[in-house]
């Protein structure tokens, strides 16, 4: 029989990849491709480690292009915005980051209730 804790660390742990460059709005199909080609000889049983550095080294130029690329386009377009529309550039410049956690707040609640137990009776010094 599974804890509470074990039962809401799986949703609680879950996170999105923002740090993957997979998520990234820059990282286009041939960013993909160039993956594609480096998992394909990472997962090749008689590839070398000399080529499995050059597929690295190729993946990154790939996709450090590719986000240069965007990063220049989005720049411009940005200082775009912010002459002619400087409320929009605002919203765009800040847009909102989401820390949010999956786990609704009610399940959370039970899953700590569970853990620990029945709550400190009335007037106890945990209560204050």
Wanted: aromatic share 10%; proline share 6%; charged share 25%.
């Amino acid at each position: 029989m599974k804890s509470a804790g074990q039962n809401t660390m799986p949703q609680a742990c879950k996170r999105d990849c923002v740090h993957s460059r997979k998520h990234q709005p820059w990282f286009y199909s041939t960013c993909r491709e160039a993956l594609g080609l480096k998992e394909a000889v990472y997962k090749n049983p008689h590839s070398s480690a000399a080529g499995e550095v050059v597929a690295e080294k190729k993946f990154r130029f790939v996709t450090d292009r590719v986000k240069e690329t965007w990063t220049q386009k989005r720049n411009a377009e940005l200082c775009e915005l912010s002459a002619k529309d400087p409320s929009q550039f605002w919203k765009a410049f800040k847009a909102p980051q989401s820390n949010a956690c999956s786990v609704e707040l009610s399940a959370q609640f039970e899953a700590f209730r569970a853990l620990m137990g029945a709550e400190p009776p009335v007037g106890s010094p945990e209560t204050g």
